[in-house]
Each structure stands twice: as C-alpha cells, then as structure tokens.
C-alpha cells in the first residue's frame, strides 16, 4: 500500500501539516524535539487509531487544543481509500471514504503500518506486558476480530478479580458466581491464545530467514510462545477449554486467597532464543537489537502474506543504531516493495546514490520543508 497524502490538523507539535508524497522512500531529518517521531507516530496512529508511545490520546492533542484532526489518503491494492480520525478528551471518530465507523476495530487495520522505533528493545528485554502488547498490536492489524476478543477478555478479567477480592475480604461468601465468570473468561481466554500461537509459528519462519540474513547466517533465531500452563500445537479450542477450565478450578484456592486470577492469556509470555541461549539473559545489546529487528521485518512479510499487500515500514531514528553499510542495505532491500518513513538526526551516513526514490524533508519546530533535489 501506498500512502499519497497525510494532512494533520493540531496533532501533537503541528497546527496545520500537509505532505504529498509519491515517493517510496521518505526521510525526514532534522536535529531533535523538532516533530520528526511525532510525524511517524501519527501514521502508526491512523493504522491503529493508538500511539505507539503513550496509552493516553489525550497527550495526541496539540496543547491548549480541543481536537486533533488526522486524514489520510492511502492507496491499497483494491483502489484509493480515505481515512479520517479526530481525536477528543471525550474519545475518537474514525471514518473510512467519509463513512463513520461504529467500532474503531472495523477501521483499525485498513491502513496498515510497521513501526521500528529505540523502544522496541523492550520487546526483547523489557517486561511481558510489553511483549503482550506487540503481540496484540500485531495480531489485532490483519484480524480486527481479536481485538474485540482482547477487550472482552480484560473487562471480564476485571469483573472476575473484584469478585475474587470480595471472596477474600470476606464480603461475599458465595463461590457460585465464579463459575459463570470462569466460563466466559476461558471462551474469550481460548480464543487470543489459538492467534497468539498461530501468530509466533508464522512469524516465525520469516524471522528465522531474515536473521539468517542480518547475521551472514551466523545466527539461528528462535520465537518461543509461552502461555501461563503449557499449550501444545494439536490442541484444539474443545480440548484447551477444558484444561483451561481444570487450571482455574485447581487454582481456585489460591485465586481466592490472593485475589487475582492466576492463569490465563493476560500472563502469557513470548521467549526470544538465538543459538540456543535466551536473547534477554545472554544476548549482546547488539544481539537484542538485531532481534527486535528481525521480529519487525519479519511482520512486513507476515502482513503481506495475510492482506496480499506490504504495509508502510516506519523506522523511527533507528539508522544511527546501524553501521552504515546496514543502513543502507536496510532502507535498499525494502525500497523497491515497501513504501518506507525514516527519521533521523543525519543522512552522513546515508548511502544516497542507492536509494532510487526517495525525497528529503527538514523537520524543524513542527514545520516540515521538502529539500529540492
Ligand atoms: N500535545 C502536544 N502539543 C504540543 N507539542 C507537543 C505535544 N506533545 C509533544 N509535543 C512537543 O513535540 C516535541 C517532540 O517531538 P518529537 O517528534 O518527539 O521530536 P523528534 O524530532 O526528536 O522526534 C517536543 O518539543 C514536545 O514538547
Ligand atoms: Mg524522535
């Protein structure tokens, strides 16, 4: 996919902010605090109507602003789409083609992004919760099923613990409700850990060739997805309801003494192994990089295999973390396919005779200048 036109109307640092690109490799450059991740950011959020750095839309809103206003104009394989997302303290309205969307999920995913950023180290070595929170980024992009699925788990979760908690205060003495919690917990628990598993297998074998081809084959990489009880391939949705169920009835005791609900997809985790050792304890920062690396390159393929088309691939100050051979070979390998969005504090090191595309914008205090060739 392509995007033509992206125009932002008090988001973040830009009052008024128009481009048009026809271009497939765009780099924005310019020294920091300037607006250059804020621009990238607002891609990723009109793909999925949240930032990819902050949980709070408020903060997307220009201060001292009522509204923050995103459009699009994005072309798919199938012909041109629109795509509009205001933003308020109240919440947001999307619209494809001038049409407003009742759930944001039936917008999430039309526009579809691939973001590197620093941060994603974290998905190697930070806490589950981040990995959790790739995953169902990830997954909720090419099925938007899931994530209806992701908030109903959470609010049942929710309702299931302050059950638990009024169990363990002595509030209420009677266990009965649980099981109608438990029921509807392990439905929707079920379903998100079938995509997860089916989502690490898949990624997976992309990943393992593209780190191949980072490291000069060098390197073997591994995705391990691992779910608070063992889960194994064969299982189908039946049989892993009722050793769901069985894992809740064996920790009730303990749920209730603590509180908490003890298993399920909200404690699911995701191990990253290269050459047999585990990335987060033995790798080199280098090594965790390459990994985060691998994982994200390796979800462009994903994409493209499931919607039939490459997303955009937005690398958001990432250059100067690769040498400059890798920088270049980077943004070449993926300049023919994959329209790319890159930021950065330089082009020193940039290879530009390579890239057969590209334009140049100067980023400064949220205004934005095309440099003439
Ligand atoms: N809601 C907002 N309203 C106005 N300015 C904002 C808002 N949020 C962030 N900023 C400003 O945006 C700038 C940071 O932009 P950013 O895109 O992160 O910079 P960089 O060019 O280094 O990537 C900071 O100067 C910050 O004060
Ligand atoms: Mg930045």
């Given at each position: 996919?392509?995007?033509?036109?992206?125009?932002?109307?008090?988001?973040?640092?830009?009052?008024?902010?128009?481009?048009?690109?026809?271009?497939?490799?765009?780099?924005?450059?310019?020294?920091?605090?300037?607006?250059?991740?804020?621009?990238?950011?607002?891609?990723?959020?009109?793909?999925?109507?949240?930032?990819?750095?902050?949980?709070?839309?408020?903060?997307?809103?220009?201060?001292?602003?009522?509204?923050?206003?995103?459009?699009?104009?994005?072309?798919?394989?199938?012909?041109?789409?629109?795509?509009?997302?205001?933003?308020?303290?109240?919440?947001?309205?999307?619209?494809?083609?001038?049409?407003?969307?009742?759930?944001?999920?039936?917008?999430?995913?039309?526009?579809?992004?691939?973001?590197?950023?620093?941060?994603d180290l974290e998905i190697v070595k930070g806490a589950p919760g981040i990995r959790r929170?790739?995953?169902?980024?990830?997954?909720?992009?090419?099925?938007?099923?899931?994530?209806?699925?992701?908030?109903?788990?959470?609010?049942?979760?929710?309702?299931?613990?302050?059950?638990?908690?009024?169990?363990?205060?002595?509030?209420?003495?009677?266990?009965?409700?649980?099981?109608?919690?438990?029921?509807?917990?392990?439905?929707?628990?079920?379903?998100?850990?079938?995509?997860?598993?089916?989502?690490?297998?898949?990624?997976?074998?992309?990943?393992?060739?593209?780190?191949?081809?980072?490291?000069?084959?060098?390197?073997?990489?591994?995705?391990?997805?691992?779910?608070?009880?063992?889960?194994?391939?064969?299982?189908?949705?039946?049989?892993?309801?009722?050793?769901?169920?069985?894992?809740?009835?064996?920790?009730?005791?303990?749920?209730?003494?603590?509180?908490?609900?003890?298993?399920?997809?909200?404690?699911?985790?995701?191990?990253?192994?290269?050459?047999?050792?585990?990335?987060?304890?033995?790798?080199?920062?280098?090594?965790?990089?390459?990994?985060?690396?691998?994982?994200?390159?390796?979800?462009?393929?994903?994409?493209?295999?499931?919607?039939?088309?490459?997303?955009?691939?937005?690398?958001?100050?990432?250059?100067?973390?690769?040498?400059?051979?890798?920088?270049?070979?980077?943004?070449?390998?993926?300049?023919?396919?994959?329209?790319?969005?890159?930021?950065?504090?330089?082009?020193?090191?940039?290879?530009?005779?390579?890239?057969?595309?590209?334009?140049?914008?100067?980023?400064?205090?949220?205004?934005?200048?095309?440099?003439?060739?």
């Amino acid at each position: 996919m392509f995007l033509n036109k992206l125009s932002l109307t008090n988001y973040r640092n830009y009052d008024r902010f128009e481009l048009e690109t026809s271009h497939q490799v765009n780099l924005f450059v310019g020294p920091n605090a300037q607006g250059k991740t804020n621009l990238l950011e607002s891609i990723y959020v009109m793909a999925l109507t949240k930032s990819h750095r902050t949980h709070q839309d408020k903060q997307l809103i220009r201060w001292n602003e009522d509204q923050a206003l995103l459009t699009a104009e994005v072309d798919k394989r199938y012909g041109p789409v629109r795509l509009s997302l205001s933003i308020t303290p109240q919440g947001k309205k999307a619209k494809i083609n001038g049409l407003e969307q009742r759930k944001l999920s039936s917008f999430i995913g039309t526009l579809n992004v691939v973001m590197f950023a620093p941060e994603d180290l974290e998905i190697v070595k930070g806490a589950p919760g981040i990995r959790r929170r790739f995953l169902d980024m990830e997954i909720g992009q090419v099925h938007p099923g899931y994530l209806y699925e992701v908030t109903q788990y959470q609010k049942v979760l929710v309702q299931r613990n302050n059950y638990l908690k009024q169990l363990a205060s002595g509030k209420s003495a009677n266990a009965a409700m649980l099981d109608i919690w438990n029921e509807q917990l392990v439905q929707f628990g079920i379903k998100i850990m079938k995509k997860r598993q089916s989502f690490i297998k898949k990624l997976q074998v992309w990943a393992e060739r593209i780190h191949a081809g980072i490291t000069n084959g060098r390197e073997e990489i591994l995705l391990e997805y691992r779910p608070s009880f063992p889960l194994s391939e064969e299982e189908d949705e039946a049989m892993l309801f009722d050793r769901f169920m069985l894992k809740l009835s064996q920790a009730k005791e303990q749920e209730i003494r603590r509180g908490a609900t003890l298993a399920g997809p909200h404690r699911d985790d995701m191990v990253f192994w290269i050459n047999g050792k585990e990335v987060h304890v033995y790798g080199s920062q280098g090594q965790q990089r390459t990994t985060a690396l691998s994982l994200k390159l390796a979800e462009l393929e994903l994409i493209r295999e499931e919607l039939g088309e490459y997303p955009l691939l937005l690398l958001d100050d990432v250059l100067s973390e690769l040498d400059p051979y890798r920088q270049t070979q980077l943004i070449e390998t993926f300049q023919d396919k994959v329209q790319t969005f890159v930021t950065t504090t330089s082009l020193d090191s940039v290879n530009m005779e390579k890239l057969r595309d590209s334009a140049v914008y100067h980023v400064a205090g949220g205004a934005v200048t095309e440099q003439a060739d």
